[in-house]
Nanobody
């Protein structure tokens, strides 16, 4: 497993933006997909976005596409989730994750997880 450290959550008004960061404690050389998931109270964890370590592939959940952007900085072992046009329904705990699999989007494919960061969007 790789230790992942998240930052960037907080409270924002609807329509606002936040950027989440996830930094790996060691080189993610053995990981091929980096992702973001979220879990709201009383709901199941859901996939938000994913990116290959090569940067050649990204994927988004339909409700996030066009509003969220995932990116990475390989030199810093860090990936980001830029969230724009936030809605109250985006309020959740956001988790970053890393997978050995390529094109992973299912949480069961990820073996390293961050501790989670709270995002609250006020309406």
């Amino acid at each position: 497993q790789v230790q992942l450290i998240e930052s960037g959550g907080g409270l924002v008004q609807a329509g606002g933006s936040l950027r989440l960061s996830c930094t790996a404690s060691t080189q993610t050389i053995s990981r091929n997909t980096m992702g973001w998931f979220r879990q709201a109270p009383g709901k199941e964890r859901e996939f938000v976005a994913g990116i290959r370590w090569s940067g050649s592939w990204t994927d988004y959940a339909p409700s996030m596409e066009g509003r969220f952007t995932i990116s990475l900085d390989r030199d810093r072992n860090t990936w980001y989730l830029q969230m724009n046009s936030l809605k109250s329904s985006d309020s959740a705990i956001y988790y970053c994750a890393a997978s050995k699999e390529h094109f992973a989007t299912d949480g069961r494919q990820f073996d390293s997880w961050g501790q989670g960061t709270q995002v609250t969007v006020s309406s």
